[in-house]
């Protein structure tokens, strides 16, 4: 059967605009729904991934200091029992506690060499955790425990919280008529460490800055350091509880953790909470767009199956007397089936290509922002592309084959 | 061969007079030719309908080929319409915006796959010249008058594979010369092919002879 003719016969009738309209109502639902997908697993992804910054959302937590402390009454350590029943909560990944020198501390920076007259010289704590929670890990933040034959104490490395650079540049150096520093040239900094009391025993050691910290608001040694220092200058002999911890939890329920931590009256940076709620954000808009997109797929698809449907009747002249003529309604079904494909095709192909475009531009910017988003489509998106397109098929098909199949029939008037 | 035994359509049942030929047994043999003459209203187009798989209102039976039509599926329909049998139906059911060669060959399409010869292009052109509307053969239909569209219609029924010719007062706007010509045509192809014609005509035409003539 040649189709040529048909075209002429069954499309005369019908004015297409309807039929761009649900043609790309169908394309902008079904790419709706695609890249709404993409993007919940691109961004899932990214949410959890263990090395992406924000896959485990750190959290650092003490007790509330109440007057009691003030008074020297109160206790803000954390027991073990505590620390073991935090580790327990489905929601937290690790704990971590930080560990503080527990001898006096002064740093000493001399800018001579930068042309500075005058350096400073200041107190200062320093605090040290497991590695697996710091959010930079540089190669040199590691010291080795001096040999018996060593005469000056190894280089120990350190990690400022990015804040304090920025205290000093923006603060500090501005108020003194001081020249602001980059990281890089702050890394070249000398600074000394005399660490303990000078009049009992007390240690001299070189400083290096090995990084910056966003996650950590204090000074951060290598821990071996700090455990040798504290032995070497602490009159303690037992080492110190804790009362500051550390805490790798998963993003998406920090709802829960905040009310947890809020039970036991502890503390943490309300800021970061935020993230979570920024997480809940995110699947909200998400889910929003896909649905979206499924109404107006729905819309789209309702829209189509009018547009066939009055199609059909327009043509119903010219089927009825097609079918006269000897055509099956098969044959006629499969003519109206093959555009519809060819159609579904296309909207597909384009929908696929936005897709892919929609991702990559997405991606670069990831990228820009320090993200490792993976670039390939994910498998549930291409499931529910095709599955989409299977039951928009179908209800077209049946649309079809039912008003063809009532035509054929020999009429039976009451 | 086609039968139909004590078939009353169902819109006439009231109005039929019982010694009408709709209430008795009658066979149809291939290769005969049959006039039904009837005055408006009594049915001959319903027949031509019942027999087209067009509607299914009626009482009595209908055999075609010994199957009860009643146990036709809709591609059985399709298989009788596209080489069993070639219909010229009262509206003709041309379509108005092909050209009359379209239309003709548009139905040899649809019958294509069957195993029965199809004419060619130059007897179709030679039919049209014999019915005196070979120039008329590259206009849209609906540009030509009804008595030259009856023609083409007749033309299509011809072109295409058939037993049977059912034709429903095909001439009703031909005059006699025409008439003559086309019936011959007719008559013609279907020996040539020992099909059977049933025709349906309001009065008797004078040029017209069947093997059987059946009044209601």
């Known amino acids: 059967m040649k189709n040529a003719p048909l075209q002429t016969l069954l499309l005369r009738t019908q004015k297409p605009s309807q039929l761009f309209a649900g043609i790309f109502g169908a394309m902008l639902g079904l790419s709706l729904i695609l890249i709404a997908v993409q993007m919940y697993f691109n961004f899932n992804n990214i949410l959890n991934a263990p090395d992406q910054g924000i896959g485990s959302q750190y959290l650092v937590v003490n007790k509330e200091i109440s007057v009691l402390n003030s008074l020297n ?9 505590e620390i073991q029943e935090l580790n327990k909560l489905p929601f937290v990944s690790a704990v971590g506690a930080f560990e503080s020198n527990q001898y006096p501390a002064k740093a000493s920076l001399n800018l001579a060499q930068f042309g500075v007259n005058n350096g400073f010289v200041t107190d200062i704590f320093m605090e040290s955790v497991e590695s697996q929670f710091l959010d930079l890990k540089p190669n040199q933040f590691q010291w080795t425990m001096p040999t018996s034959d060593q005469t000056t104490l190894p280089e120990v490395p350190i990690i400022l919280p990015t804040d304090f650079i920025n205290l000093y540049n923006f603060n500090y150096a501005p108020s003194r008529g001081l020249p602001q520093i980059s990281k890089d040239v702050i890394k070249l900094a000398p600074f000394q460490l005399l660490l303990g009391d000078p009049l009992k025993k007390s240690m001299l050691v070189n400083a290096r800055i090995a990084g910056f910290s966003n996650r950590i608001g204090s000074v951060l040694v290598p ?36 009310n947890y931590l809020d039970e036991m009256g502890y503390e943490t940076n309300q800021e970061l909470m935020r993230n979570g709620k920024f997480h809940t954000l995110l699947r909200v808009i998400l889910g929003s767009v896909a649905a979206l997109g499924l109404i107006v797929i729905f819309v789209a698809v309702s829209s189509f199956v009018l547009y066939l449907q009055l199609s059909i009747t327009q043509s119903k002249y010219e089927l009825e007397t097609l079918l006269r003529l000897g055509l099956s309604h098969h044959q006629l079904t499969r003519w109206y089936v093959q555009g519809i494909a060819l159609i579904l095709l296309g909207i597909s192909l384009i929908s696929t290509l936005l897709l892919y475009t929609t991702n990559n531009y997405i991606y670069k910017h990831l990228i820009r922002l320090d993200f ?13 592309g095709t599955a989409l397109i299977i039951i928009v098929f179908l209800v077209q098909y049946r649309t079809i084959r039912n008003q063809i199949f009532q035509l054929s029939l020999p009429s039976k008037p009451k | 061969m086609i039968t139909c035994s004590y078939v009353i359509p169902t819109p006439i049942q009231e109005i039929l007079p019982p010694e009408a030929i709709w209430n008795h047994d009658i066979q149809f043999v291939p290769g005969q030719t049959y006039q039904i003459i009837a005055p ?9 309908g019942l027999l087209a798989g067009l509607r299914g209102d009626y009482s009595g039976q209908i055999h075609i080929n010994n199957r009860n039509i009643q146990q036709f599926n ?4 399709s298989n009788w319409r596209a080489s069993g049998a070639s219909f010229v139906f009262q509206d003709l059911r041309l379509f108005p915006n092909l050209t009359a060669l379209q239309n003709i060959q548009l139905a040899q399409n649809i019958a294509q796959n069957t195993e029965q010869p199809i004419a060619t292009i130059n ?24 008595g030259q569209q009856q023609r083409i219609a007749i033309l299509r029924a011809l072109a295409k594979p058939f037993q049977w010719l ?10 006699p010369q025409n008439t003559q010509l086309a019936w011959q045509l007719i008559l013609e192809i279907a020996q040539q092919r020992k099909a059977g014609i049933i025709i349906t005509s309001l009065n008797p035409y004078a040029n017209i002879l069947c093997d059987h003539t059946l009044s209601v």
């Open chain 1, 73 to 81: 009454l109160g206790n803000s350590n954390f027991e073990t029992v």
């Open chain 2, 166 to 175: 059912m034709l429903d007062e095909p001439f009703s706007h031909l005059d």
């Open chain 2, 40 to 48: 408006s209203g009594r049915g001959k187009s319903t027949l031509i």
């Open chain 1, 223 to 258: 821990i071996n350091f700090l455990r040798y220092s504290n032995q070497q200058l602490s009159q303690n002999t037992s080492p110190a509880k804790p009362n500051k911890l550390i805490l790798a939890a998963q993003p998406n329920k920090l709802p829960e953790l905040q």
């Open chain 2, 123 to 146: 007897a179709i052109e030679q039919w049209a010249d014999q019915l005196q509307i070979k120039h008329k053969l590259m206009q849209p239909c609906g540009e030509l008058s009804f």
């Open chain 2, 74 to 77: 809709t591609q059985d329909w």
């Open chain 1, 372 to 384: 490792q988003p993976e670039k390939h489509i994910h498998a549930p998106v291409i499931y529910a």
